[in-house]
């Protein structure tokens, strides 16, 4: 749903991005607590010293959100799992994984070390309150009491049976345990925290209605997040399932449309362009790939030069972005044409195009798959 972030710094080896949206939360965190939470619990402080305080919270937010995070993917890394890497965005962290786990047991210690990792913090934050409780400042407690209870909410609003949170995803281990069926245990997770979306979508509109305006919309936001990563968590399961052993040659197309580099644009346009309505060709010549020819790049040009100019003169080196090679996984092929928004992806070996991948046709293969075994 989001996507990959800029890349902020490495911890333990897993990289730590930001994605835009977090700015909002970090704004709306600083703000709600200089001109709000602190003010009310602490008064007759300077107002730079809430602003302080405030920026401090939201600090404080980053980095636990950062180690709830890390502590998944620290277990996943001990059982295998790939990982991405952490990334924060307006709704919290979410440590990103290249596939699911291996074993019930290993996605239940993955699920609970950030709940066990976010009351760890909570206890140290609020031992060091105590520690400080004789000389400490007002402002310096406000910030460790506020962090102390904020994490120990991390956990336990976590631990709620709402997958793809830490507590619905304890639930599809046991789930899983207990039918031996990852498939199942993930739709019937799935659905409960598609459930705990629309539960939290009623109260925000609830809390709306009768005044508390900021915690609705949230509540609200919340909810429709929670629904969507729910449905999309089961819908990516479905994906990796339907083309688990599955090779990239069943989906190719081994005599694709290509281009000769010699001929004119509007030869292209006419014969190519207004009978395959492909955004991209691939163009050989002595039946090597030289380059990739977009429609895109027939914009450019003023249509007197279409008779002058040849495919040629517009072709650029193909990406890597529209290139695969022959065994690789369909899945991470699915992932990359999604990622980029391309349609369509040359199979080559070498400078020889082997054939074209569709990413038409391996969407209704997924789905002809899908309702037959969902049937």
């Known amino acids: ?121 909570a206890v140290i934050f609020l031992a060091i309150d105590q520690a400080v409780a004789a000389g400490g400042s007002t402002p310096l407690r406000g910030v460790l009491i506020y962090l102390g209870f904020l994490n120990l909410v991390l956990a336990g609003f976590n631990m709620l049976p709402a997958f793809p949170l830490d507590g619905g995803r304890v639930l599809r281990s046991v789930l899983w345990v207990w039918k031996d069926d990852l498939r199942w245990a993930t739709r019937i997770s799935s659905k409960i ?56 040659e069943r989906f190719m197309r081994t005599n694709p449309v290509t281009v000769p580099p010699s001929i004119s644009v509007r030869d292209f346009v006419e014969k190519y362009v207004y009978e395959y309505h492909f955004k991209f060709f691939p163009v050989v010549e002595d039946s090597k790939l030289v380059s990739c020819v977009k429609v895109d790049r027939v914009k450019d040009l003023d249509r007197e030069e279409w008779d002058s100019k040849t495919v040629r003169d517009i072709a650029t080196e193909c990406s890597t972005e529209n290139m695969t090679e022959p065994g690789t996984d369909p899945v991470k092929v699915l992932g990359r044409m999604r990622k980029s928004g391309n349609s369509r992806m040359m199979v080559t070996r070498g400078s020889e195009l082997v054939g074209i991948i569709a990413l038409k046709d391996m969407l209704e293969f997924l789905s002809l798959k899908v309702d037959l075994e969902e049937s």
Do not use: C
Request: glycine share 12%.
């Open 1 to 121: 749903m989001f996507g990959r972030g800029i890349k902020l710094f490495k911890l333990f080896g897993f990289e730590v991005r930001i994605d835009l949206s977090w700015l909002i939360l970090a704004a709306l965190i600083t703000w709600s607590l200089a001109r709000g939470l602190f003010p009310q619990y602490y008064t007759d402080l300077p107002t730079a010293a809430y602003w302080w305080m405030g920026i401090g919270g939201m600090v404080g937010l980053f980095v636990s959100i950062v180690l709830h995070e890390l502590a998944h993917s620290i277990v996943a890394r001990q059982y295998g799992i790939p990982m991405h890497g952490i990334t924060l965005f307006i709704f919290g962290g979410i440590a990103q994984m290249h596939d699911e786990p291996k074993s019930a047991k290993a996605e239940l210690l993955m699920a609970i070390a950030g709940p066990i990792a976010s009351a760890v913090i």
């Open 193 to 248: 925290g598609s459930g705990f979306g629309i539960a939290l979508i009623v109260l925000g509109v609830i809390n709306f209605v009768t005044g508390n305006f900021i915690g609705g919309v949230w509540m609200f936001l919340i909810g429709m997040f929670l629904r969507a990563i729910s449905q999309q968590a089961y819908q990516q399961l479905l994906i990796r399932k339907s083309l688990e052993g599955e090779s990239i």
